[in-house]
């Protein structure tokens, strides 16, 4: 009887655990949601007025009744100046992208430069804010040409770099006219990876077999189930280093004067080692730049929002949790040096 409460016990308590997950799944898809709002499209934000009123709100818990009150009136009056000049500054269209595996903002990426296109000129800027540890080839491939888009129509392009971009985010990274890392993110890892676990010996221990039928002699070569041979793992091998290829080649593009044989290693380095080996041209944070360029330019944060449908939400928060356990593999590659 005791056994069988003890079994009893353990199996309530995993079906609690998977409920509990379950419910967490769904809370968070639904502030998710809430957070999303009730609407899909393009959002704008002037960062030169953001920056004005931090400064307003700082200056007027220092200043004194007095003084506040003449630095309103002084800054009210440089408002009406420039309301009524008729230079026109050039302007800076600012993109965030926060990669994952699937590059799964690039959606949002895709209407965002078409946006920038229909009114940017070449006397502007387009700078993207990027932190992307790379993953699935065909989605960062892609991620990567919106960017081509703005490199195509003659408008300069920077990319900055606070926290990495590796694999797929150095291939987005390299189409930009200008790459500009703070001095400990991360950039390279110019590689190619493809691992899996495999469960042949497993199943033919408890007596499962694994039939795979394919049409074509290289449909299928390593697999999860079936027993690998050599041969399917060099012909895997030669996959990797094809598109090991592509990757060099579109880098190769973008930034000629490269020693791909010294970079394309799947090593990574921080960024003051990035800029002596050429994977960078600049040590500064985005903060900076950005903050340098609002004296004499016009800055436009540009987002757009896609509302995505519950159940979409939902399979999103699931796939995601799922994702954490590869993509923390990748991440570990990366943060396993830690200040102590």
């Not at 002037?46 to 004194?64: C, T």
């Not at 290829?245 to 394309?264: E, G």
């Not at 800055?299 to 995505?308: E, G």
Request: charged share 30%; glycine share 6%; with cysteine.
């Amino acid at each position: 009887m005791t056994e069988f409460l003890a079994e009893y016990g353990l199996f309530l308590l995993k079906a609690i655990t998977i409920v509990a997950a379950i419910v967490v799944v769904i809370g968070t898809a639904a502030a998710a949601g809430r957070r999303a709002g009730q609407h899909e499209g393009l959002e704008i934000e002037s960062l030169n007025e953001k920056y004005r009123m931090l400064a307003a709100a700082l200056k007027q818990a220092i200043m004194n009744k007095a003084e506040w009150k003449a630095e309103a009136k002084a800054a009210k009056g440089r408002d009406k100046a420039a309301a009524k000049s008729a230079e026109k500054r050039p302007r800076v269209f600012v993109i965030d992208f926060k990669g994952d595996l699937k590059a799964s903002e690039m959606p949002s990426l895709r209407e965002e430069v078409s946006a920038v296109l229909e009114v940017a000129t070449s006397g502007d800027q387009v700078i993207v804010r990027l932190e992307n540890y790379g993953g699935v080839v065909h989605e960062h491939g892609l991620a990567a040409s919106q960017l081509v888009r703005i490199r195509d129509k003659d408008i300069p392009l920077t990319v900055t770099v606070d926290k990495v971009a590796a694999s797929g985010g150095y291939l987005m990274a390299c189409v930009a006219n200008k790459i500009v890392a703070a001095p400990f993110a991360i950039l390279g890892s110019i590689g190619v990876i493809a691992q899996l676990p495999n469960f042949h010996r497993l199943m033919d221990n408890h007596g499962i077999d694994f039939e795979q039928i394919t049409a074509g002699k290289y449909k299928r070569n390593v697999t999860i189930f079936g027993k690998n041979t050599d041969e399917d793992r060099a012909k895997l091998k030669e996959e990797l280093e094809d598109v090991h290829d592509l990757f060099k080649a579109a880098i190769r593009t973008y930034r000629p004067d490269l020693d791909l044989d010294r970079v394309a290693t799947g090593e990574h380095w921080y960024g003051t080692r990035a800029i002596e080996l050429g994977l960078a041209d600049e040590i500064m944070t985005s903060d900076e730049l950005l903050a340098g360029l609002a004296k004499d330019m016009d800055l436009y944060r540009v987002a757009y929002k896609i509302k995505q449908p519950l159940q979409k939400r939902l399979l999103a928060n699931v796939d995601g949790a799922l994702e954490k356990f590869d993509d923390l593999n990748w991440r570990q590659r990366f943060e396993s040096r830690l200040f102590r």
